[in-house]
């Protein structure tokens, strides 16, 4: 598969791992976890579709990682 599709993951996980981003308390108890199986679905390049929507909404809101 094209790797570009699983660019989002990639760009969830790193806002998640992002320390300089101030989270919400009850998404800072699950960003690390969320992170790791964002990060796994881009390396083991499954296709996840709830996950994907996850990824889609984490870097939709303007937060772009370069």
Not at 14 to 22: H, I
Request: charged share 20%.
């Amino acid at each position: 598969m094209e790797s570009t599709i699983f660019e989002p993951y990639r760009r969830a996980a790193s806002l998640l791992a992002d320390q300089n981003l101030v989270w919400s308390a009850d998404i800072e108890s699950i960003k690390a976890p969320l992170s790791y199986c964002m990060l796994e679905c881009a390396t083991q390049e499954n296709l996840h579709p709830y996950l994907l929507e996850i990824a889609y909404k984490l870097i939709s809101d303007g937060h772009e990682v370069a």
